[in-house]
């Protein structure tokens, strides 16, 4: 999960990791309970701590992690009206760094390509590198054709989500068929649907690309049963 990302992401940044698993999420709930949230989420960020001067070198290992964690409270998010009607994206080209599986605070061109969506008046954009859809601003994509289910193979290319872990999993344990392999733009306009995941989206529809209906351009059967079933299940494990 979560947990498990933090510290590959550390791991392949040189960072120490400054709380086990259990520390973790005993630090969560606190947080939670503290701050009174029922609906939202955990944003957390750990930086490698202050060396006392500025340098382009890591600083040595006696140095310890700075860790800043808050609550965002989202009353309803579950109940998005969005989810009803679908997101319309448009696409952009991916110019990010190579290594999109580490998660960092590096989100400058995701936040130039949200605001690209924002002016455009759509819901967000899709990341095209080599003439493939990589992942959306902050989230996975996904198209669907038939029963099956297409997303982008894990690799150094995109972020390893753990909502699209999540949903991979529900879906093969629904009998659903996922394929796992690059799609194009035109490829994703002429499929029966497509979809997003993440922490914050769960599982939202795309009902337009670019201009182009998707489908019918409506919600589809497939997304609408996958963020059923995610919400159901991530419903049972809660902090």
């Given at each position: 999960g979560h947990c498990t990302r933090l510290a590959r992401s550390l791991s392949e940044l040189e960072m120490q990791n400054p709380h086990s698993d259990e520390d973790w999420l005993a630090i969560f709930r606190e947080i939670v309970a503290r701050n009174g949230v029922e609906d939202g989420m955990v944003?957390?960020?750990?930086?490698?701590?202050?060396?006392?001067?500025?340098?382009?070198?890591?600083?040595?290992?006696?140095?310890?992690?700075?860790?800043?964690?808050?609550?965002?409270?989202?009353?309803?998010?579950?109940?998005?009206?969005?989810?009803?009607?679908?997101?319309?994206?448009?696409?952009?080209?991916?110019v990010r760094w190579g290594r999109r599986d580490i998660k960092t605070v590096q989100l400058l061109?995701?936040?130039?390509?949200?605001?690209?969506?924002?002016?455009?008046?759509?819901?967000d954009a899709w990341l095209v590198e080599d003439g493939f859809v990589t992942e959306g601003t902050s989230n996975n994509a996904y198209i669907v054709k038939g029963n099956k289910i297409i997303t982008r193979a894990l690799s150094h290319d995109i972020l390893h989500g753990i909502t699209r872990a999540a949903v991979l999993r529900f879906a093969s344990e629904a009998q659903m068929e996922?394929?796992?392999?690059?799609?194009?733009?035109?490829?994703?306009?002429?499929?029966?649907?497509?979809?997003?995941?993440?922490?914050?989206?769960f599982v939202m529809p795309v009902v337009e690309i670019d201009g182009a209906a998707v489908g019918t351009g409506t919600v589809g059967r497939v997304a609408t049963r996958m963020r059923e079933i995610y919400l159901d299940e991530t419903r049972k494990a809660a902090v």
């Open positions: 944003y957390l960020q750990v930086t490698r701590g202050n060396p006392g001067d500025r340098d382009f070198a890591y600083p040595s290992d006696d140095v310890k992690p700075t860790v800043v964690l808050f609550t965002q409270s989202k009353p309803g998010l579950a109940d998005s009206p969005a989810a009803k009607t679908g997101w319309k994206v448009i696409s952009i080209p991916d061109y995701p936040s130039m390509a949200k605001m690209a969506a924002k002016k455009a008046g759509v819901d996922v394929e796992e392999r690059n799609f194009t733009i035109a490829e994703a306009q002429a499929a029966d649907e497509a979809f997003i995941t993440s922490a914050s989206a």
